[in-house]
């Protein structure tokens, strides 16, 4: 009846105790809090059902950022770990705990900080920046957010029931199949995976309809804001990445739920297919990822500079060139796998040649700034902290593109120092930028600049005191993962750094903490009171902040890239254009539904509960056919008068604050 | 304040640095920047090389970054000139189209022929003749078999300086890579297969090795010493160990389970194809185990 | 006049969007059956001592089961332009026979499945074997999709006739039922055609 699940699936050691503990307890100060404040009705009606792309983004970035602290929580342990577990000691982890919690770490922050964090603001800000007043299917937009937080709660869900995956964020075969890995720790790994993975598909094609089919009239491609620009390439990437993800991952669960030979080591499987195939998703996806952030940090160099893009066809050129090239170079993550040396070659230099593109868009952000007048706000210092955590990322990933260097630094500290260097300094740094600078467009007022640059030099300082000691590492032979080494490599000092470091990243963050609670309860000294506090220079800056549920009262007619600040440098008398009617989705609980079935679905698998991943299904699919079969009322229509008031209102909210 | 916040940061950055100091015990040594073999050697060149060309990007970008944002920086006193629509200049563009074109092509061509040069199948030549050894990684432990010897140890290495020695490396566990960074780069160890590596080393001494790729619980437990002795050394070596006792199918099937024990072991090799038969237990024609055999045939 | 003018223009702005994210969706579709087509090139002589492809095939049964998909699909295409013309009827007669033939297909499929099986040959044999069943049970899958899909096409066209939003559905379903003809074509040279070479 209950498959594989029992009693001794909770946890019985201290440590996945407390992390337990931390869950469960999370969740009911959160549910008590909004029980207390009597907002559950509110939660459900204002977010949970909504299908307004700005407070679906602002839901992602919610969970993005709680799960970056669970991820940071990871760090902490494996940290802990690897300063003091050397000689007799064997630190605070068993060897089996710390490799979940590093497998644990790599997920999470890749698939749901990251991820979670880059769909956020494309939700925020995509259909803002192209004159759209919602995204091509908003119910589709809904039902990706809930199968996101379906993958999260199975994730988490793993510290209070059963175990996580041990065998690393990418789950290599043998390793990761049923002869090595008995327990249901893969499972949670792969179903978590795979259920937001699906998420972020329908996500790529929501967006890529989204952006084709829904600009402003005069909106030509070659006038589209650099970052719709980014977001398409990243959109094309995951509509042609994801595919591979979902089809690997499901093989790798048929070999493990019904003795399949896909990548089992006897019976003619082939654990290398594996890899590549996880490789042929795995690097587009770290493009997936850093490409919207180079969208981010191009609009905020051009704002900040007050000063148009340099070179944006070569950015737009840069941009598409990386995403041909990201699907040429994913054997640079096995060269050492023994394929002849005309094979690596060619992915050497393709990875090589990878960075051509990269690299010109450095120089066109520098010369962004060349003969600009540069306001050294918050976002454009993340900027600068990018610039040079990213190139020095980037040279060493120019050094790991020789396949003969590769050799001898494959698989140690001086790796997870590269990709963390193109993660956080370029990722993280990006998304940091962007919330800082699109905070007052989403929520009316602007965060506070000084606890802002605190937690920036906090980021920078502790980023750098946490990797450069591993590059070092990685050069003195430290391999990566290990839960034990012997005093006599001499590691403990850097590794005592690196902690050093990590523990200023956690201060960052906690000023990061400091710096939202403080600008909330400082809000009206803030304001932004004309809905364009930095003088931007795209659409969303042309409608008061916060945005209104519509976006646009008028879609406007674009004639020029920066069609705003153009619009501004020649400003013309306001013709008033009457009201028009607005049709809006409506709200809905099918997302919601479809997260919760996918969820149960996917812990029934997981714990071979197979009836009920069957009754899960089936209500899946009659969801869908009822949804899409009955003829509904989806919309609701504002009418003129209504969009007249509440765009009064909104601006009448918005100067409030000059009053005071 | 801003001085303030700045000396806070310089002061919790210097204090960790100097832990680490203070912390960097003597033994601490860069095994991959200290190569003492041929392979080694010539990949070490290739990371001083490809360094140095990367300066070429590094400078020229920190130097640029620093000059532009003092220079056009809101509170400069010194206004300079300011385009606000200035956006394209065919020059500027090219010459940062061309110039990491250039680079990268001298890389590609760098790359192409080190991965040729290096590439870990070919053998390395030297008047010696050269000396097999066939690796196994186990769960968790190396198994070295020297065929030519007779001899198999567990957890040691044992081979003679100036000497080729030409790897063949397989798993009976989950994935392992095989590396002893003094000597060359790593290559990875797959049950089923067998790679290849190719590696010499120019000095007496003893060197560090281990597995590098996750593949469970015992992972970390995965080193061994690898020793470079005299011609003369090895032979006494190669000796003793035969004195050991032997080795064979029913012997290694004990071995083979799973184990965190990291004491050294030494053989004396009966079974002289039991390197490959390891191999074909994940072979497929060999496969017994179903009961579909009696449809087939 | 002019408000119902903007609302069709509205209306054919929102069917365009459908069909190019169902022509997105149908790409990526068509890159997980891409990367099982790669796993069974690579699988396909990964026989462990079972059979290989040229042993287990019967080239007439797939053929006869071929045909049935192919013509399920002409008539798909009649059936489109039947409900462009408001042919209601017709309509429910082309799914019908659609799904009919679709039906066939899926038989003769999981009775080679179960022969298959039966004779030991499943997918536990082999990683070839396991590669063959996942494919071809992958675009089965996808036929039982289609079948339940055409089910609710029926219903929905005998209720409310042939609306707009109807005949775009229709439209829909019939290229997603070209799409599984087209891989099947695939499946058909790739696995079976040069599998009995």
């Known amino acids: 009846m209950l498959g594989k699940l029992s009693l001794d699936a909770l946890p019985h050691d201290p440590i996945m105790m407390g992390g337990a503990a931390t869950v469960v307890g999370a969740l009911i100060f959160g549910a008590l809090i909004v029980t207390f404040l009597k907002r559950w009705k509110w939660l459900w009606s204002e977010y949970f059902t909504s299908l307004d792309p700005k407070k679906i983004g602002v839901m992602y970035l919610i969970v993005a950022l709680l799960m970056l602290l669970r991820g940071f929580a990871d760090t902490l342990m494996l940290r802990a770990q690897q300063v003091l577990s050397t000689g007799d000691s064997q630190g605070i982890l068993s060897a089996d705990h710390f490799q979940q919690v590093f497998s644990a770490h790599g997920t999470i922050m890749i698939f749901f900080v990251a991820m979670g964090l880059i769909f956020g603001l494309i939700n925020l800000l995509v259909p803002l920046m192209i004159g759209a ?98 977001v398409a390439c990243s959109m094309v990437l995951v509509a042609f990445a994801f595919p591979i993800l979902t089809a690997t991952l499901s093989m790798l669960s048929l070999d493990r739920l019904i003795g399949t030979h896909f990548f089992t080591s006897d019976m003619g499987g082939n654990p290398m297919m594996y890899i590549n195939l996880i490789w042929a998703w795995g690097h587009p996806e770290v493009y997936i990822l850093i490409l919207p952030a180079f969208g981010l940090f191009s609009e905020i160099v051009a704002t900040f500079s007050r000063k148009r893009l340099f070179g944006y066809t070569s950015m737009v050129w840069a941009l598409a060139l990386i995403t041909v090239l990201s699907f040429t170079v994913w054997l640079h993550h096995f060269f050492t796998m023994g394929a002849g040396a005309n094979v690596n070659a060619f992915f050497g230099i393709m990875t090589a040649v990878i960075a051509i593109p990269t690299g010109i868009k450095v120089f066109n952000w520098l010369f962004t700034m060349y003969h600009g007048r540069i306001k050294f706000a918050t976002p454009m210092k ?77 980021w920078l300082i502790g980023f750098l005191l946490a990797f450069v ?146 009754v899960a299904t089936v209500a899946i699919i009659l969801f869908v056919i009822i949804r899409t079969t009955g003829e509904h009322d989806s919309e609701i229509v504002l009418s003129a008068v209504e969009v007249e008031q509440i765009d009064a209102a909104a601006r009448r909210k918005m100067t409030a604050g000059v009053k005071k | ?134 690796v196994v990684a186990l769960q968790w432990r190396w198994l070295f078999i020297y065929p030519d010897e007779k001899i198999a140890t567990i957890n040691h290495l044992t081979i003679p300086e100036k000497t080729p020695i ?48 996750l593949s469970g619980k015992g992972f970390s437990k995965m080193k061994f010493i690898t020793t470079a002795t005299s011609e003369t050394q090895y032979k006494e070596w190669v000796k003793q160990a035969r004195a050991a006792k032997s080795l064979d199918w029913e012997v290694y099937t004990q071995i083979a389970k799973p184990t965190e024990k990291t004491e050294k072991q030494s053989y004396k090799l009966e079974d002289a194809m039991l390197y490959d038969k390891i191999i074909e237990k994940y072979m497929p024609m060999h496969e017994t185990s179903g009961h579909m055999k009696e449809h087939g045939e | 006049m002019n408000k119902t003018k903007e609302a069709l223009a509205r209306r054919i702005v929102s069917d365009d969007k459908v069909t190019f994210g169902f022509w997105i969706y149908l790409m ?42 192919l013509t399920s699909s002409f008539i798909c295409g009649l059936m489109v332009l039947a409900a462009q013309a408001h042919r209601k009827n017709l309509v429910i007669i082309g799914l019908i026979a659609t799904g009919l033939l679709g039906a066939g297909f899926l038989a003769m499929e999981l009775t080679e499945f179960s022969h298959l099986i039966s004779e030991g040959y499943g997918w536990q044999r082999s990683g070839f074997l396991t590669a063959f069943f996942t494919l071809v049970a992958t675009h089965g899958l996808h036929i039982s999709v289609g079948m339940l899909w055409l089910f609710v096409m029926i219903y929905r066209v005998s209720r409310v006739g042939i609306t707009p939003a109807t005949l775009r559905k229709l439209t829909l379903f019939s290229l997603f039922w070209h799409f599984l003809d087209v891989i099947w074509i695939f499946i058909f040279t790739i696995v079976y055609m040069i599998g009995v070479l």
Request: glycine fraction near 10%; hydrophobic fraction near 50%; proline fraction near 5%.
């Open chain 1, 133 to 230: 007043r919602d995204v091509a299917f908003p119910l589709l937009n809904s039902v990706s957010f809930w199968l996101y937080i379906a993958g999260v709660a199975l994730i988490n869900g793993s510290l209070i029931i059963g175990e996580f995956s041990a065998a690393g964020w990418l789950a290599y075969p043998p390793l990761s199949t049923l002869e090595f890995s008995p327990g249901v720790g893969v499972d949670y790994w792969i179903w978590a995976l795979q259920i937001s993975g699906i998420g972020s598909l329908l996500s790529g094609i929501n967006f890529l309809v989204t952006i084709f089919k829904m600009r402003a009239p005069g909106m030509t491609l070659m006038k589209m804001p650099i970052f719709v620009w980014s």
């Open chain 2, 166 to 213: 030409n790897f063949t490396i397989t798993a009976d566990a989950p994935m392992n890579s095989f590396w002893i960074p003094k000597l060359g780069g790593q290559v990875y160890a797959m049950n089923g297969m067998s790679t290849k590596l190719h590696l010499m080393a120019d000095s007496t001494g003893d060197f560090n090795g281990s597995s590098v790729n």
């Open chain 2, 1 to 134: 304040m801003r001085r303030r916040y700045k000396i806070g940061a310089g002061i919790i950055a210097g204090l960790a640095i100097g832990v680490g100091i203070a912390m960097w015990s003597q033994t601490a040594e860069f095994q991959v920047l200290d190569a003492q073999g041929e392979v080694a050697k010539k990949q070490l060149d290739l990371l001083i090389f490809a360094s140095t060309l990367s300066l070429f990007v590094m400078i020229p970008v920190f130097a640029l970054v620093a000059f532009i944002s003092l220079r056009y920086r809101e509170g400069n006193r010194k206004v300079h000139l300011y385009r606000p629509t200035w956006d394209h200049s065919n020059v500027a563009e090219t010459i940062w189209w061309g110039l990491p074109a250039l680079l990268i092509g001298v890389l590609s061509v760098i790359i192409w022929t080190s991965s040729h040069d290096l590439d870990p199948y070919k053998p390395l030549v030297n008047d010696k003749k050269p000396v097999n050894v066939q």
């Open chain 1, 469 to 614: 000691p591993l590059y070092a590492l990685g050069l003195m032979g430290a391999a990566r993962r290990l839960d034990h080494y012997d005093p006599s490599m001499g590691w403990q000092g850097l590794f005592v750094v690196a902690g050093i470091g990590v523990a200023v990243l956690g201060l960052g963050m906690f000023f990061q903490v400091l710096q939202l609670v403080y600008s909330i309860w400082k809000r009206n000294e803030n304001r932004d009171t004309t809905g364009d506090p930095w003088n931007g220079r795209t659409l969303e800056w042309s409608v008061p902040s916060p945005v209104p549920v519509y976006n646009f009262t008028h879609i406007p007619t674009v004639t020029s890239r920066d069609d705003f600040w153009e619009t501004k440098q020649h400003p013309q008398a306001d013709t008033r254009v009457p009201f028009e009617a607005i049709e809006l989705p409506k709200n809905s609980g099918f997302g919601f539904a479809i997260g919760v079935l996918s969820a149960l679905a996917g812990f029934a698998i997981i714990w071979h509960i197979f009836w009920l991943a069957g």
């Open chain 1, 382 to 458: 993340w900027f600068l902290g990018f610039v040079v955590t990213f190139t020095l990322g980037g040279v060493t990933g120019v050094l790991m593109s020789v396949p003969a260097i590769d050799f001898q630094v494959h698989n140690t500290l001086f790796l997870v120092a590269h990709f963390h260097n193109m993660i956080i300094g370029g990722v993280v740094f990006g998304i940091f930028a962007g919330i800082t600078y699109w905070f007052p467009k989403i929520f009316g007022f602007k965060l506070n600049e000084r606890l802002g640059t605190y937690a920036f030099w906090c």
């Open chain 3, 28 to 69: 990526t579709d068509c890159l997980i059956f891409a990367s099982l087509f790669a796993v069974y090139v690579v699988q396909r002589s990964a026989t462990a001592g079972g059979p290989s492809s040229n042993e287990l095939f019967d080239l007439p049964f797939v053929l006869v089961e071929t045909l049935l998909l």
